[in-house]
């Protein structure tokens, strides 16, 4: 039976080929919105190293959560989240936390630390 279906799949080119188009489209869209959501969160991970840079600490890993549950975002817009692993330059302690960041207005970045907790002593 599944030779009758993929015999009758591959009859007609030109359905074939209208199929992979709108297939190809859908793929390609998908990958734009994929894109410009990563460059959007690249984009933010800059608002936690200058945040970090505030507060005296330097960061080693800035990691973004893709699927980050914890992250409140009101109007339920995009506000990339990231697991942070950084040093308190002041006492020379190693912090791990999560934090997200809201777009807020005239372009201005608020980053909020939802976990912070000493990870270990230098």
């Not at 279906?5 to 209208?18: C, G, N, Q």
């Not at 959007?40 to 990691?63: G, N, S, T, W």
């Not at 308190?88 to 302690?93: G, K, R």
């Not at 190693?94 to 630390?113: E, K, L, T």
């Amino acid at each position: 039976m599944s030779m009758i279906m993929t015999a009758d799949l591959f009859k007609d080119p030109l359905e074939f080929r209208a199929n992979l188009l709108i297939a190809l489209a859908f793929v390609w869209a998908l990958g734009l919105v994929f894109l410009f959501k990563f460059l959007y969160a690249m984009l933010y991970r800059e608002a936690v190293k200058q945040d970090l840079a505030k507060r005296f600490c330097r960061p080693k890993h800035i990691r973004w959560q893709i699927f980050a549950w914890w992250a409140s975002c009101p109007r339920r817009i995009f506000c990339p989240a990231f697991r942070v692993v950084y040093v308190n330059l002041m006492d020379n302690t190693v912090h791990q936390a999560r934090c997200y960041v809201r777009p807020g207005n005239d372009f201005q970045r608020n980053v909020i630390w939802v976990d912070d907790e000493n990870f270990m002593d230098i």
